[in-house]
């Protein structure tokens, strides 16, 4: 079938570019000695997974067990959970995983070290666990060096649990002051840094320069998105994933609605204006959405689309838009090549 045939609002990966997404970030990393674990949290797909493992990446990170659960299912091994995990089911959850595959978690507060430690210490098993920390995106994570330390210390002597070092989003130069003085403040204790873990695709390119970073998380690399355009992590013809919709409505001379709204592009938003970029017409703006439809303005376009016309959409976040859809459609020379589930779509749990 060609993608002129798919139905809209579609979404569609290149094939070729993203295996070519996937190779170059390895590759990048494998030259510096910078372990590579994908964040699976933008495709939430276990064939894109595998494919990143056999180029080389150590595992793959996800946000929440369920989309762990997915994974473990689908015979990756080395998973970790970059979130406290509280609660008893949770736990009993966590403690299943950690019996069919290598886990590790976070934790930024004694109450969740304390959690993890009374569901592992009598299952025979140890699981890793490194210490959150916030090196400036405040959100999780503890608040200095010397509380990343006392955490440490603690998860060391906790039964059932592992010390296995330090984690933080993005990686910055503040990150790499946080770790090492970290790490000095942990040399006396004979505690080592295991795994440095930090990532995000808009600095993947610079990550060789934060030389305590040993581990680099990244998710939007494999498809890109107006983000990774507008920060520079890809060029336009790196992007790979792009949302195919139909103009279904001509109301003024200007606006335009297509047939894909908020339950199509999520309410993201970035710093160039609308909710995404339309290949076709660049200057075309989508100012506003309902749910099923998209508000367009196309008072800047010398020419505007008529009803009927398939336009080409670069959403702002891919991440959030994954996980509007059921299946992605992989693309490989304007042919369909596959359909993937999006299996860990709604895995919030």
């Given at each position: 079938?060609?993608?002129?045939?798919?139905?809209?609002?579609?979404?569609?990966?290149?094939?070729?570019?993203?295996?070519?997404?996937?190779?170059?970030?390895?590759?990048?990393?494998?030259?510096?000695?910078?372990?590579?674990?994908?964040?699976?949290?933008?495709?939430?797909?276990?064939?894109?997974?595998?494919?990143?493992?056999?180029?080389?990446?150590?595992?793959?990170?996800?946000?929440?067990?369920?989309?762990?659960?997915?994974?473990?299912?689908?015979?990756?091994?080395?998973?970790?959970?970059?979130?406290?995990?509280?609660?008893?089911?949770?736990?009993?959850?966590?403690?299943?995983?950690?019996?069919?595959?290598?886990?590790?978690?976070?934790?930024?507060?004694?109450?969740?070290?304390?959690?993890?430690?009374?569901?592992?210490?009598?299952?025979?098993?140890?699981l890793p666990v490194l210490v959150?920390?916030?090196?400036?995106?405040?959100?999780?994570?503890?608040?200095?060096?010397?509380?990343?330390?006392?955490?440490?210390?603690?998860?060391?002597?906790?039964p059932g649990l592992h010390f296995?070092?330090?984690?933080?989003?993005?990686?910055?130069?503040?990150?790499?002051?946080?770790?090492?003085?970290?790490?000095?403040?942990?040399?006396?204790?004979?505690?080592?840094?295991?795994?440095?873990?930090?990532?995000?695709?808009?600095?993947?390119?610079?990550?060789?320069?934060?030389?305590?970073?040993?581990?680099?998380?990244?998710?939007?690399?494999?498809?890109?998105?107006?983000?990774?355009?507008?920060?520079?992590?890809?060029?336009?013809?790196?992007?790979?994933?792009?949302?195919?919709?139909?103009?279904?409505?001509?109301?003024?001379?200007?606006?335009?609605?297509?047939?894909?709204?908020?339950?199509?592009?999520?309410?993201?938003?970035?710093?160039?204006?609308g909710y995404g970029l339309i290949?076709?017409?660049?200057?075309?703006?989508?100012?506003?959405?309902?749910?099923?439809?998209?508000?367009?303005?196309?008072?800047?376009?010398?020419?505007?689309?008529?009803?009927?016309?398939?336009?080409?959409?670069?959403?702002?976040?891919?991440?959030?838009?994954?996980?509007?859809?059921?299946?992605?459609?992989?693309?490989?020379?304007?042919?369909?090549?596959?359909?993937?589930?999006?299996?860990?779509?709604?895995?919030?749990?």
């Open positions: 079938m060609h993608r002129d045939q798919l139905e809209t609002p579609v979404a569609t990966v290149d094939l070729d570019k993203l295996e070519r997404n996937i190779a170059r970030l390895q590759t990048h990393l494998d030259r510096y000695g910078i372990a590579n674990r994908p964040h699976i949290k933008t495709h939430k797909i276990p064939q894109i997974a595998r494919m990143q493992i056999e180029h080389g990446a150590v595992g793959i990170t996800c946000q929440k067990l369920g989309e762990a659960e997915v994974m473990a299912d689908a015979g990756i091994q080395d998973i970790f959970v970059p979130y406290n995990i509280i609660g008893e089911r949770k736990l009993d959850r966590l403690v299943e995983l950690a019996r069919r595959c290598r886990m590790s978690v976070t934790a930024d507060d004694e109450i969740v070290v304390r959690g993890l430690s009374a569901a592992m210490a009598q299952t025979g098993l140890t959150e920390c916030d090196t400036g995106l405040e959100r999780c994570g503890v608040q200095t060096p010397e509380a990343a330390a006392t955490l440490a210390r603690l998860i060391a002597d906790a296995a070092g330090l984690m933080t989003y993005p990686s910055s130069e503040r990150a790499n002051t946080f770790v090492r003085e970290t790490r000095a403040l942990l040399a006396a204790d004979q505690l080592p840094l295991e795994r440095t873990s930090g990532g995000s695709t808009h600095c993947s390119w610079q990550a060789q320069d934060f030389s305590e970073i040993n581990e680099h998380r990244a998710g939007e690399y494999v498809y890109g998105d107006r983000h990774a355009l507008q920060s520079g992590a890809l060029t336009l013809d790196e992007l790979a994933f792009k949302v195919t919709v139909t103009v279904v409505s001509q109301p003024t001379d200007n606006r335009r609605i297509i047939d894909g709204g908020s339950k199509t592009f999520s309410s993201d938003l970035g710093s160039a204006p290949l076709e017409y660049p200057e075309a703006v989508i100012y506003s959405q309902s749910e099923e439809h998209g508000h367009v303005d196309f008072s800047a376009c010398a020419h505007k689309p008529s009803i009927g016309e398939r336009l080409t959409v670069i959403p702002n976040h891919c991440c959030t838009v994954t996980n509007l859809f059921n299946q992605i459609v992989g693309i490989r020379n304007e042919q369909v090549e596959v359909t993937w589930p999006v299996a860990c779509r709604g895995l919030i749990q």
